[in-house]
């Protein structure tokens, strides 16, 4: 009876063991994503990674509805970015953002893609009144961009 009951602990244990090695197994092949970055960048300013730089070059509109409205269309913004590669100019285009805090906005430039975060500030009444705004960008750069320096 000792025998069995010694045989029957040995199995158990052993199938633990074997149950243990296939979850090891099984998380060692999962795929390692690699680190989102998002930078704040100002409006008239860049950010430099490797051999590229991107530039909120500027503030063309912001026709966004107010925090402390009521609208009936909550509007959009259009800003001005450009990429340069080694100095020299790859692209630079108007993108338009609807609502890049919820819908987070992609666009492109040459072989790069990028994705806003955000449009800071987010506009009330007295900051369209008095039209004075230091606005900024919360934007992702691509993953291989590990090793970023900031203008």
Do not use: H
Request: include cysteine.
């Amino acid at each position: 009876m000792k025998k069995i009951l010694l045989f029957i602990i040995v199995l158990v244990a052993f199938g633990n063991l074997m149950n243990a090695q296939q979850q090891n197994d099984s998380t060692a092949i999962q795929k390692i994503e690699p680190p989102v970055i998002v930078v704040k960048l100002p409006e008239g300013e860049s950010y430099k990674w490797k051999n590229y730089c991107l530039t909120f070059t500027k503030m063309l509109a912001d026709s966004r509805c107010p925090k402390d409205a009521t609208c009936i269309w909550q509007g959009e913004a259009k800003v001005k970015m450009s990429l340069e590669k080694d100095g020299t100019l790859i692209d630079s285009k108007e993108i338009v953002l609807t609502n890049p805090e919820q819908n987070r906005t992609s666009f492109s430039f040459a072989e790069k893609s990028f994705r806003v975060y955000g449009l800071m500030p987010y506009p009330t009444t007295k900051m369209k009144e008095e039209g004075n705004i230091d606005y900024y960008l919360r934007v992702e750069i691509p993953s291989e961009a590990s090793t970023a320096s900031e203008k």
